[in-house]
């Protein structure tokens, strides 16, 4: 994943609270930037995931004709499912389980808000998938992909998403038939060139402006 400038005015920067405490815009515009990429950051490492994958991908829709096989484990496209749009879903017919994944960068940084609705989230797509396959068995997992593990803060995570079974990205890579360090070496594909936008504003002198 390439850091590229936002596409916006400078009188957007403005308005930033990095502005407010700095006075100077390039600051203001790095750091915009930086925030774009980092909430884009899970979004590209689903799609470094999904390019590991060896499973065969089916429609949703099949799992309700005659046209979805039976003979081996699937990957389900991922698409919006009773409202819920889960990351990543297995249906294994031959164990007769559905897995779903909730993939997150760093659980911890959940709020309590976040936390509740994605436990509800998880609720609902268990229980729709328990009632169109109840001779399966449905887990749902929330993924801490990094594996970090919080001090005092994010210890109120865990408590608040009962609905899930936690595991790090480790699990999850065994789970899906993918090797971890094969995601983590492709994350790091584009450091050079993010290293040298970062090189480009560290050499910007920094110029507080009356704005």
Do not use: W
Not at 31 to 55: D, H, M, P, V, W
Not at 65 to 82: A, D, G, N, T
């Amino acid at each position: 994943m390439i850091i590229t400038e936002r596409n916006a005015d400078d009188g957007e920067f403005f308005f930033a609270p990095i502005y407010y405490l700095t006075g100077d815009l390039e600051t203001a515009k790095f750091y915009s930037n930086l925030a774009s990429a980092t909430s884009k950051f899970g979004t590209y490492l689903e799609q470094k995931i999904r390019e590991l994958i060896n499973l065969p991908v089916e429609n949703y829709d099949s799992l309700f004709s005659c046209l979805f096989p039976l003979e081996k484990k699937y990957l389900l496209r991922k698409q919006k499912i009773v409202g819920v749009e889960p990351d990543f879903i297995t249906i294994d017919p031959i164990n007769f389980s559905v897995d779903v994944f909730e993939v997150k960068t760093n659980v911890f940084n959940m709020d309590s808000k976040q936390c509740q609705t994605e436990n509800l989230t998880g609720a609902k797509i268990k229980k729709h998938f328990v009632e169109i396959l109840p001779e399966y068995n449905t887990t749902v997992y929330l993924v801490n992909f990094f594996g970090f593990e919080p001090s005092k803060r994010g210890k109120y995570v865990e408590p608040l998403t009962t609905n899930f079974i936690h595991i790090n990205g480790e699990t999850f890579a065994n789970m899906l038939g993918i090797s971890l360090d094969s995601v983590l070496d492709s994350l790091k594909n584009n450091r050079e060139l993010n290293q040298q936008f970062i090189r480009g504003y560290k050499s910007k002198p920094v110029e507080v402006l009356n704005a």
